[in-house]
């Protein structure tokens, strides 16, 4: 005998690894973005450097 669906573990199931992965898409953009910044503060820092 099969055993009866459990509908609402199921959906947890799938809401849990789309937030999982959503989660993860997410930090991969912040790592992006962090990693293209410092080019940025580098030429910040340096033009600061040479106002002074």
Sequence with gaps: M????N???ERKERDRQKAAKKAEKLAAKVAARERSKPEDDT???TEAE???
Excluded at 2 to 5: F, L, Y
């Design 50 to 52: 040479a106002a002074k």
């Design 7 to 9: 509908y609402d573990q």
């Design 2 to 5: 099969a055993r009866a669906p």
């Design 43 to 45: 030429r910040s820092e």
